[in-house]
Every structure is written in structure tokens, then in C-alpha cells.
């Protein structure tokens, strides 16, 4: 079993940033990958950023150049730091922690609101 908890959402003005964090209750060492996704009021959850084990990043072109994606094994921490936020970025966004220990597995966080007002 692996719990995520994210922190670092709020409000903030089109132009400003925010860092999310999601902390796992074990080590991230042995994950496949840790990733971000958002939804957005009356749409689909959808894929933000993904960064796999061997540190290698994937970005929704909606947020490349803008969002960077990291991670610390030492605290089986990821985040996201967001950069020039939009007002479409705001969504509920959830952690993701993907394993494959002995079969392929999806945990979720509970989620972070992040509202950007224009």
C-alpha cells in the first residue's frame, strides 16, 4: 500500500507560481514513476507531468516551459513547481504513483485545488 498526500495548493493571480508537493507514506526508490494530473470542472482528469525512476520527465504540452516536474528520494517527495500560471490551470490536481511490485498498480492522492483568478 502506498498513501499520497499533496500540499502546496491555494489561490493566487494569473503570472504567479506554486509549488505542489506530494509526500508518500514509503520509498519512492522502487516506483515506476510519480506523475500529476488535474481536472477541471466538468472535464476529464488529465495527464500534467510524469517523471519515472530513472529521472526522465514527461510534460502535457499545455504546461511545457512552465511546469517542472522533480523529485527527492530522500524525502519520497515529488513536486511540481508551476511557473506563469493560467487561469485554464485550475483544476483539483492529484498525485500518482505508479508500482509494478508484483503487479502493475495506480495509487492516488487525495488532491490539491489550485484556482487562478484573471
Known amino acids: 500500500q502506498v498513501q499520497l498526500v499533496e500540499s502546496g495548493g491555494g489561490l493566487v493571480q494569473a503570472g504567479g507560481s506554486l509549488r505542489l508537493s506530494c509526500a508518500a507514506s514509503?520509498?519512492?526508490?522502487?516506483?515506476?514513476?510519480m506523475g500529476w494530473y488535474r481536472q477541471a470542472p466538468g472535464k476529464q482528469r488529465e495527464l500534467v507531468a510524469t517523471i519515472t525512476s530513472g529521472g526522465g520527465r514527461n510534460y502535457a504540452d499545455s504546461v511545457k516551459g512552465r511546469f517542472t516536474i522533480s523529485r527527492d528520494n530522500a524525502k519520497n517527495t515529488v513536486y511540481l513547481q508551476m511557473n506563469s500560471l493560467k487561469p485554464e490551470d485550475t483544476a483539483v490536481y492529484y498525485c500518482?504513483?505508479?508500482?509494478?511490485?508484483?503487479?502493475?498498480?495506480?495509487?492516488w492522492g487525495q488532491g490539491t485545488q489550485v484556482t487562478i483568478s484573471s
Open positions: 514509503r520509498s519512492i526508490f522502487s516506483f515506476n514513476a
Open positions: 500518482n504513483a505508479n508500482v509494478n511490485w508484483d503487479r502493475p498498480r495506480d495509487y
